[in-house]
């Protein structure tokens, strides 16, 4: 009865002319960009992967929702910046979305499922269910090459979750000084592309643990990919002699992880330092004499051969002798290769695993992948798993469609402002549907071209 009150909306009067709104636009939708989703998710058939990895218990006389409309309902909500379950009580009338779960976006019949559907959804799923999920990932990151890659960098790091309350393994941290969550991130370290994630209880981990999960990726990318080079890499807390060990069990294999300096690691360091205290103090010298800043640093690199008590023998150690106006910083990094130049090595291929904290930036500041706040352990891994669904969707879209426009290196965030978050008019006739957009949209240019080649992979095949 309340829809039946016109609201009139008033505004400062603008160029003369009086302002006023009402709601009486029709059908709108503010998230245009939930039919894009829909045509990735088609074109590389995520929702439908992780859907087959559920062991559905409902019983059919009672569902109203199947398994792969209930994900696709939320990883695409999570995908257009709406990371609560409870939006979807307002954005399950949404002609938009509804369209993208291949339902009729106008009929009154077709809602899509309410916030404590899905909650029952994240409720039930068990630890095989999660299990089966995450290999699901790595099915779908192996899926998303043509043919076998000569190497990839499988770049691994743990971020802090906060918890909030009474969730289940919320342990405190003393690293982070809170109660948290610490899951396991696996990205490729080339393209950027997730490979899976673990959600953890929030100690730290161990290296049997470590090596447990690396292992069973592993055992995945080698049924795939016999002979694909693959480095592993992580920074210190990641050089375990389990995870070593793994690089001596296939020849394939290397390893990149970062070293704490040590009481008979840090002298071996020491001569090296010696030389770049020298040359930063030559530095500045000659920089005052000619007028100019001194130098931020000094970096002198080498290498020496180092056995911890726990290897099971010698290793190659890059030392960066770091000489800076406040004082040494001396780094190690442990490594099976042999042929990088020390510099070469720690400074390109060591480095570069910053990229992987920016993955986890994107899928946690843009995706909310730290939203767990259910009490339920499996149920927050369910949750982890909507951001990763939604990262891996964006991602293909902007490798596969948006290369080569201006939003090819954009931010999660950045597509779901400029590309998402777009008004349209839907009209629904017998046998269309009609799509009206703003005549002023200033990307239209890559929208067309998202649209088309959206379109032109996924068109049914002309008949014979």
Not at 187 to 209: C, D, M, Q, Y
């Amino acid at each position: 009865m309340a829809d039946a009150i016109p609201t009139q909306l008033r505004f400062p009067t603008s160029a003369g002319f009086t302002i006023r709104a009402e709601f009486d636009g029709g059908a709108m939708s503010s998230d245009f960009g939930a039919i894009l989703l829909r045509g990735t998710d088609l074109q590389i058939g995520l929702t439908s992967r992780l859907a087959s990895a559920i062991d559905d218990k409902r019983h059919a006389s009672y569902i109203d929702h199947s398994m792969v409309d209930l994900l696709r309902q939320r990883i695409f909500q999570t995908a257009s910046g709406y990371a609560d379950g409870n939006d979807s009580n307002t954005l399950r009338r949404d002609p938009m979305f509804k369209l993208a779960a291949g339902r009729a976006p106008l009929d009154e019949g077709s809602d899509l499922a309410s916030g404590s559907t899905l909650s029952r959804l994240e409720n039930s799923v068990s630890t095989k269910d999660i299990y089966r999920l995450a290999k699901s990932f790595v099915e779908a990151f192996i899926s998303s090459y043509a043919q076998a890659p000569s190497v990839i960098v499988l770049d691994m790091d743990h971020s802090e979750d906060p918890t909030h309350g009474q969730q289940e393994f919320a342990f405190y941290n003393h690293h982070y000084g809170n109660y948290c969550y610490l899951p396991l991130f696996l990205f490729e370290g080339i393209s950027g592309k997730l490979i899976t994630a673990v959600l953890r209880p929030g100690k730290r981990p161990t290296g049997r643990e470590n090596a447990a999960i690396i292992k069973r990726v592993l055992r995945l990318l080698r049924q795939a990919w016999p002979e694909t080079h693959i480095l592993l890499r992580g920074d210190g807390h990641f050089s375990n002699p389990e995870l070593m060990a793994l690089y001596e069990e296939d020849p394939y294999i290397d390893f990149l992880f970062g070293l704490a300096g040590n009481k008979v690691l840090s002298p071996k360091a020491e001569p090296l330092l010696e030389k770049a205290r020298a040359l930063h103090q030559t530095n500045c010298v000659n920089a005052k004499r000619l007028g100019l800043h001194a130098p931020e640093a000094t970096r002198l690199y080498d290498d020496v051969v180092y056995q911890a008590g726990s290897w099971s023998k010698a290793y190659r150690v890059v030392v960066k002798a770091e000489v800076m106006a406040a004082g040494d910083n001396p780094r190690f990094v442990v490594t099976s290769l042999s042929d990088p130049s020390p510099e070469l090595l720690y400074r390109d291929l060591y480095c570069a695993r910053g990229q992987d904290e920016n993955c986890i930036k994107a899928i946690k500041n843009d995706l909310a992948s730290d939203r767990t706040s259910d009490h339920a352990f499996l149920a927050n891994h369910l949750r982890l798993f909507y951001s990763c669904a939604a990262y891996v969707l964006i991602h293909s879209l902007r490798e596969n469609t948006l290369v080569h426009t201006e939003l090819a290196k954009a931010q999660p965030m950045s597509i779901i402002l400029k590309l998402f978050k777009l008004a349209v008019r839907v009209v629904q006739y017998k046998d269309r549907i009609k799509l009206s957009l703003p005549s002023s949209y200033p990307m239209k240019g890559v929208l067309v071209r998202v649209t088309e080649l959206l379109y032109l992979v996924l068109r049914p095949p002309a008949p014979a």
